[in-house]
């Protein structure tokens, strides 16, 4: 399972903070060439970012670039960066499974004989990017995961951008039911407001409910916070040891049932618990108790 | 090519990056370069280095590269060096881009 | 000779006195009685009210090869220790020496007086832009003393900095000699540093743009210790002195390194009731304190004492009740100088109730946790806040040494890599602060422990901090940015730094070119 709790914007025309975006502990950074560069920088951040990605030690987290939209410089982006083995590219304003296939066709071709196959993230940002969610996040292999970009999208929609983000609820919840249909992940807007910290607490708990798996972020003080969200509770982690306990009870005695609390365990609810766990353990949360 | 068509520039004066500025050389010039640092003379040497192997990587015999530097990386110099040669004409090879 | 962590110190440094080289932060025993003053009488019809710096330069009178002292309190605003130095040179004076806390670029007229010989010895705690620039080059014909502020106290107290004429600027005087920094067009809070001058030079004169009615309240420093009072124009200028907020970084990186550091503060369990804590203004570290301050809040931790310069941020943690009382030796902003005004609990005290070693104790000692900044540290945790990349002097020892050797636990807190230098080298260039009293290095890529202090260090991973070797934490430097060549230095002296204690850490050698 990758963890993309948290997945940090680095702009990627600064050295300063491409050298560093490997220190604040996000499970991904997004080295940016698309909204954090001018348009005539475009090709000076190119070469930054691709000589960051053969250098720079950005230690667990995943190295992912955003590149420039399909119609305008996606391709030289792909070109430049891909041989540099990045984990994944971040597509912007993805409208259609097609665009998947044209930016998949790409990469390949960029693709170095020995490479790791770089994954793609879709971002999906406009209406119509909304209304083909599942068909995007199952053109290709290749993505991993739907993210959200409510900013374009409200602007899309002629409605405006609030905090509470009622404009922004259909979007959401589309955008997770289409990625847990198509078995990837689905990844939440960021929080604009990096001086917010309880509205950013408050977001990021109503993405986890929703069922988001992670959330975007434009600032490193965000990091924790959003972690803190997503990472599992220790009742939660009481609950799943309970219910991984009960099902081996169950089996043990050759019953095919089991059942917690009075409540019957099925495979759903063993699937939960199973995920809860294995992100405890990847993030060193089991402690010595139990 | 021996040496570049115009002169260009890329970087920025902020801390960790450099501000590089080519302009053609004449032939047999060789590579000149005129290094401002803030750690002079703690890398000098080493940053004289890498823009003299970028340069010459591209095939690049005469050229005058002034570099004015805020600490930037050994990656930093060579990516502004490389966005320079680029704006400047230079056709890079495949493989740096 | 070499001294107790291996600086190279000479036998013998022309233009200074018996060359006691440092053996060690707590090894020095003091063998002296304190230094007294002239005794003087001041009689019911006396007045103290003088009409100019002249007229005070003729009553006292000032001599050549006297030394006079100033204070810092006024920073980049301050106007008097230009002032009283011209008067020197108009009255043709020669040979003095220098005593000022501090030194800021404001203070750029000293290089003039140096080379027309008026003044020809500088002693300090701390320099910076062109006179620091110009010493490294070689400004003087002696050394430039570098004593820390605790250091400078006790030299003051213990007769080694004898002080002739400590000329005090003063926001508010009464024209009987009562002073405050509190009110008046220059109020810059607390007069900390002055308050030791003001006991032991010979004599005393106040400086001052604000005359208040007699009796001056509150009274910083007494008519009783204060000899002539000069109404002058302008002191200093306000926007020197002060600023008015302070604020927190922005910078991601500096964040990230207050947040670990307040991580560490909490693994130590120091941050309970009765929590004292001194951290700087600068960067990381009053982020650090805005981190410590949501763990006292969260724990509903009370603290006892803040200690240091003070910032408005310090002033809203009195306020607010996370701390019962601000030592305060200085002021930073005009939230400082509001509270010590008003709140009773905000306590000016001097340099040398602040921090120094050979008195019946300082407040430094009293101190949990420090958190200072350091420009470069070796591995054996020694700490230069000295000089620069360059090798020029930018900086100053300040109460750096001093609250290192006091507190409890002592935090550096530095960008491993500041652009592409590594902070963590072999040997640092210059001396300041030794290792044995530091603990810990705080940086974006981990957390060095220094070996004297193993407890610390399992707390630390018991907490699941980032605990790395300092080799280790070098070396990850290195990677990123490669090895550092050392700087070259001549052979000329140009400063000695005088650990807190009076012994040599450290020498400061010409810069070339």
């Known amino acids: 399972m990758d963890l993309r709790r948290s997945m940090l914007f680095i702009p990627g025309n600064n050295p300063g903070m491409l050298q560093n975006g490997g220190v604040f502990g996000a499970d991904s950074v997004i080295l940016d060439l698309e909204d954090a560069v001018a348009p005539m920088e475009k090709d000076a951040a190119r070469f930054l970012v691709a000589q960051a990605l053969r250098t720079v030690d950005y230690g667990a987290s995943e190295t992912v670039v955003r590149i420039n939209p399909l119609d305008t410089f996606a391709a030289v982006d792909i070109k430049a960066i891909v041989p540099c083995c990045p984990d994944a590219i971040l597509v912007p304003k993805v409208e259609s499974a097609a665009d998947i296939h044209q930016v998949v066709a790409m990469i390949a071709a960029a693709e170095k004989p020995d490479q790791t196959p770089v994954k793609i993230i879709a971002l999906l940002e406009t209406p119509c990017g909304i209304v083909e969610a599942y068909h995007i996040a199952k053109a290709d292999p290749r993505v991993v995961a739907l993210a959200l970009g409510a900013e374009d999208y409200t602007a899309g929609l002629g409605a405006m951008r609030t905090k509470e983000g009622t404009e922004i609820f259909t979007a959401r919840t589309i955008v997770i039911n289409a990625a847990a249909a198509a078995n990837v992940q689905s990844i939440d807007t960021p929080y604009t407001d990096a001086n917010d910290e309880e509205g950013l607490l408050a977001d990021t708990q109503l993405a986890k409910r929703l069922g988001f798996k992670g959330k975007l972020s434009i600032n490193p003080r965000q990091i924790d916070v959003i972690h803190s969200v997503f990472n599992p509770s ?48 990847l993030l060193g949360l089991m402690g010595g108790e139990k | 090519m021996a040496s570049i068509a115009k002169t260009a520039q890329a970087g920025t004066l902020e801390s960790s990056d450099v501000m590089i500025t080519v302009a053609p050389g004449t032939q047999g010039s060789g590579i000149i370069i005129e290094l401002e640092s803030i750690v002079l003379a703690q890398y000098g040497e080493d940053i004289k280095i890498i823009l003299e192997k970028t340069v010459k990587d591209q095939g690049i015999t005469d050229i005058y590269i002034k570099a004015v530097d805020r600490g930037a990386l050994d990656c930093t110099i060579c990516a502004r060096t490389l966005a320079a040669l680029s704006r400047a004409g230079a056709v890079l090879k495949e493989e740096i881009i | 000779m070499k001294n107790a962590i291996g600086r190279e110190i000479p036998e013998t440094i022309s233009g200074i006195a018996a060359i006691k080289p440092f053996a060690g932060a707590f ?103 062109p006179v620091a620039q110009a010493v490294s080059k070689g400004l003087f014909d002696k050394p430039v003393i570098l004593r820390t502020h605790g250091g400078r106290g006790r030299a003051i107290e213990c007769g080694q900095l004898k002080i002739d004429v400590a000329f005090i600027a003063a926001p508010a005087a009464d024209e009987y000699g009562n002073l405050n920094g509190v009110e008046g067009p220059a109020a810059c809070g607390s007069l900390g540093y002055a308050f030791p001058d003001a006991q032991y030079a010979d004599y005393v004169v106040a400086v001052t743009d604000y005359l208040g009615e007699y009796p001056l309240s509150p009274i910083s420093i007494p008519q009783t210790r204060v000899d002539y009072v000069v109404k002058v124009e302008c002191v200093g200028d306000p926007k020197g002195i002060v600023s008015g907020t302070t604020r927190i970084t922005k910078d991601p990186v500096g964040l990230k390194i207050a947040e670990t550091a307040a991580k560490v503060i909490q693994a130590t369990g120091l941050i309970k009731n009765g929590f004292a804590f001194q951290t700087g203004a600068g960067g990381a570290s009053l982020a650090t304190a805005a981190f410590v301050r949501k763990m006292m809040e969260k724990d509903s931790v009370v603290g006892s004492f803040a200690l240091g310069g003070i910032t408005g941020y310090m002033v809203d943690m009195l306020e607010s009740g996370l701390f019962k ?87 550096i807190v530095a960008n491993l890599l500041r652009g592409r230098l590594p902070i963590i080298v072999n040997k640092v260039l210059t001396a300041t602060t030794p290792g044995e009293t530091i603990d810990v290095l705080v940086t974006e890529r981990g957390v060095a422990v220094n070996p004297l202090r193993g407890d610390l260090k399992e707390k630390f991973l018991a907490a699941g901090l980032p605990v790395k070797d300092i080799q280790e934490l070098k070396q990850l430097a290195e990677k990123i940015a490669g090895a550092p060549k050392a700087i070259k230095t001549g052979e000329n002296i140009v400063a000695v730094v005088e650990y807190r204690d009076g012994t040599i850490i450290d020498v400061v050698r010409q810069v070339e070119g």
């Open chain 1, 234 to 281: 220790l009742n939660d982690i009481d609950w799943a040891q309970q219910v991984i306990h009960a099902i081996r009870k169950a089996e043990a005695e050759g019953s095919g049932v089991a059942s917690l609390n009075g409540k019957m365990v099925d495979l759903p609810i063993v699937n939960r618990a199973e995920r809860i766990l294995h992100l405890a353990e």
């Open chain 3, 27 to 129: 090894t020095a025993v003091p063998e002296m009685a304190r230094q007294a003053p002239k005794v003087k009488i001041i009689k019911p019809t006396d007045r103290k009210l003088v009409d100019s710096l002249v007229e005070v330069f003729k009553k006292i009178p000032v001599t050549d090869g006297m030394t006079l002292s100033f204070h810092h309190h006024f920073r980049n605003g301050d106007g008097v220790v230009n002032m009283v130095l011209a008067t020197a040179a108009q009255l043709g004076l020669k040979n003095l020496t220098v005593a000022l806390s501090s030194v800021f670029p404001v203070h750029a007229p000293i290089i003039d007086h140096v080379k027309n010989g008026v003044v020809t010895g500088l002693d300090t705690n701390y320099m910076s832009g």
């Open chain 3, 325 to 411: 009382k601000l030592m305060d030796v200085q002021g930073f902003d005009l939230e400082a100088i509001r509270s010590l005004s008003t709140n009773p609990n905000h306590l000016e005290i001097g340099a040398d109730f602040y921090a120094s070693p050979f008195n019946a104790g300082c407040a430094v000692n009293q101190l949990d946790v420090v958190i200072l900044g350091a420009t470069e540290m070796d591995t054996d945790f020694n700490v230069n806040v000295v000089t620069g990349s360059d090798g020029v002097i930018m900086g100053g020892s300040g109460g750096h040494a001093d609250a290192a050797a006091g507190a409890k636990v002592t935090i």
